[in-house]
């Protein structure tokens, strides 16, 4: 991996980003929906946790995630930038972990402002720090592994919208594989829960850091990234 490539293809898209409204739009929107869901445990149940946003993000993140991905690859298909990559010393690998690390960035500053939350609840009441950790770790992984199948729906697509549709059927599906668990016989039920991103997450969010979890995500990312450098490589010619 060259790490001069991916750092001027990540710099490239952090810029990309901030200079259009989508980040901000995102972002906003992101922060909104989480503080809502914070706001209304806080002041309605007189509940200071954070369980709440731990419980929906992973699915709010099945539409998120798409948003900021859906144009890492299709548009550089679109404008033709693609073809342009093919005669520079860029491997189709080191191009889309750059990205990805874009877009895992532009998710973690959302995931830090959420900290204020995590800050009021310390203030409030005895909050125990392992739990929250835990919790904003199982975010940052479920987060990435999400943007990485989200850069694999924009590899196989020069547009955005079918970037963004083709993303959120890959992460949904996903996501809710561990409800399948229930109905559908042994063992597919184990392999379809092991498959789940969200039963891993709600094993981190308990409390507990397992390898065994974060082995899943990590496996998930690089062969999502993995495929995505392939697809590249198949259709940059087309």
Not at 6 to 31: C, D, G, N, T
Request: aromatic share 16%; net charge neutral; with cysteine.
């Amino acid at each position: 991996m060259n790490w001069s490539v991916v750092m001027a293809v990540f710099r490239k898209e952090m810029k990309s980003y901030f200079a259009s409204p989508m980040a901000y739009i995102v972002l906003s929107v992101f922060l909104v929906i989480t503080g809502w869901f914070f706001t209304l445990n806080l002041f309605k149940e007189n509940l200071a946790h954070l369980r709440s946003i731990f419980d929906i993000l992973p699915f709010l993140l099945v539409i998120f995630a798409p948003a900021i991905s859906m144009r890492l690859i299709a548009e550089e298909r679109k404008s033709g930038t693609l073809k342009l990559l093919v005669t520079m010393p860029v491997s189709d690998f080191d191009l889309v972990f750059g990205k990805f690390l874009a877009a895992v960035s532009l998710y973690v500053v959302g995931l830090a402002f959420t900290l204020v939350y995590a800050f009021t609840i310390m203030i409030l009441g005895d909050a125990e720090i392992g739990p929250i950790f835990a919790g904003y770790f199982g975010l940052l992984l479920c987060g990435s592994a999400y943007l990485a199948l989200g850069i694999l729906g924009s590899s196989l697509t020069e547009n955005q919208i079918v970037a963004f549709i083709l993303s959120f059927l890959i992460t949904a599906i996903f996501a809710i594989l561990v409800f399948s668990a229930t109905i559908i016989p042994q063992p597919f039920a184990d392999i379809a829960q092991y498959l789940s991103t969200t039963y891993h997450f709600q094993n981190i969010a308990r409390g507990v850091i397992d390898s065994r979890d974060v082995i899943y995500y990590l496996s998930l990312i690089f062969f999502s990234l993995l495929i995505s450098s392939r697809a590249i490589a198949q259709r940059k010619f087309l």
